[in-house]
């Protein structure tokens, strides 16, 4: 049996910067990060747009809006020290007309709350900006940015694994946890592995694993589908860096918006729908089990009869190519259906409460020796490393 000081499953962005905050801190410790897939950075990380956020969108005060800022600031710094290549190139949060301004400028000054450098923009500074958008006034957000979180993973995992002592243990998949004489042991698919403490950072098996590790899940994790478009090359110039909707405040999510990615391209995107699988990246993909837990929980059938005409809305963009295609029109009206071409989609791991709820924060409840990291949907890449400060200043103190 392998034995370390903290065993962490999950090699996602939040595990990998869990693992390299603890490994910088307390050099002599000894780190085992336990991921199921065959590399790391497949599932939520591998599918994220890329965007390195402001924390514009978020409550003052939250954990969300507390981490993003900070966790940027060192995402960046991390880039820059490690030749990983990132760009500032700004987004626009375009009003499209008179009715969306009040929630624009609620969205504003927030913003200006959490410490965000933003304005308020009218249509002739929006047209310099993006000359192809359309809107009545918009947020311009020059601080936001761009990035490849799976190269962030790729970078953050080589230096974890250059310390001696720690690994980086592929196709570990879980299957028991138990706490014996104040050590942890987590058996997996690859042997069983003996630490002082856990951190759980499963992303969308997060509450499973949660309920391996003894306590009680608090919310349960709903799949929601995101399904992109990419634009073609010849549509390309209709998008100069990110354009986003005012999003409902009804709803969620940010509604289909425009990502121009770090390695060229541009995403359009996502929709957001039921997964019939956890990790159902395609329409076909079904996990009978998956599904069965979903429809059945009480927090999800409350939350469907609440949002079930925006659901209903974005079921019919995921069916419909012309209905998604007029979603990005009221952004950028000279966007044709032949612009657009298929591209990967993604899916957010969306902790319910049993209330119906949405856990509009991130989430992380310890324990004894177990961290387990509840909830941790977007800006947790933008967030990562200060996310796994925070973790990591919870155990420092005992190790």
């Not at 939520?44 to 978020?58: D, K, R």
């Not at 923009?121 to 940015?145: F, Y």
């Not at 950028?332 to 032949?338: A, G, L, N, S, W």
Request: hydrophobic residues 40%; proline residues 5%; charged residues 25%.
């Amino acid at each position: 049996m392998e034995k370390s000081d903290v065993v962490i499953i999950g090699a996602g962005i939040v595990g990998l910067a869990t693992a390299y905050r603890l490994t910088r801190e307390n050099p002599g410790l000894h780190i085992t990060v336990l991921e199921k897939e065959s590399s790391p950075a497949l599932h939520q990380t591998g599918h994220n747009s890329g965007v390195l956020h402001t924390g514009i969108y978020y409550k003052p005060g939250s954990l969300k809006a507390i981490n993003c800022r900070e966790g940027k600031k060192a995402m960046e710094a991390f880039c820059a020290e490690e030749g990983i290549d990132y760009e500032i190139c700004g987004k626009v949060i375009v009003a499209r007309s008179d009715n969306e301004l009040p929630a624009m400028e609620a969205i504003y000054r927030r913003g200006r709350e959490n410490g965000i450098r933003c304005r308020i923009i009218g249509r002739e500074r929006l047209r310099e900006l993006e000359p192809h958008a359309a809107g009545v006034k918009a947020i311009h957000v020059p601080e936001a940015g761009i990035v490849n979180f799976s190269r962030v993973c790729e970078r953050l995992g080589r230096r974890i694994s250059e310390r001696d002592g720690n690994r980086l243990v592929c196709g570990a998949e879980v299957r028991a946890i138990k706490e014996t004489g104040g050590r942890i042991i987590v058996e997996t698919a690859a042997g069983e592995f003996e630490g002082r403490f856990l951190v759980n950072c499963s992303g969308l098996q997060s509450d499973r694993v949660t309920a391996l590790s003894g306590q009680k899940p608090e919310v349960k994790i709903i799949p929601f589908r995101g399904e992109y478009y990419k634009l073609k090359p010849n549509a390309r110039s209709l998008v100069n860096n990110l354009i986003y909707p005012v999003p409902d405040p009804a709803f969620p999510f940010l509604g289909v918006h425009f990502t121009r990615m770090i390695e060229g391209g541009v995403e359009c995107g996502p929709n957001a729908v039921l997964a019939f699988a956890r990790e159902g990246y395609r329409k076909t993909d079904i996990s009978l089990r998956d599904l069965t837990e979903t429809l059945t929980y009480p927090g999800f059938l409350k939350l469907a009869a609440r949002f079930w005409k925006a659901g209903a809305g974005e079921m019919v963009r995921s069916c419909s190519k012309a209905a998604f295609v007029r979603a990005l029109q009221h952004l950028v009206p000279e966007i044709k259906r032949d612009h657009l071409e298929s591209a990967p989609a993604g899916v957010r791991a969306q902790a319910v409460s049993p209330d119906g709820g949405l856990v509009d924060d991130f989430l992380i409840r310890e324990s004894g020796h177990l961290v387990n990291v509840c909830n941790a949907p977007s800006p947790a890449a933008t967030a990562a490393l200060n996310i796994g400060k925070v973790i990591a200043d919870k155990l420092n103190s005992r190790l």
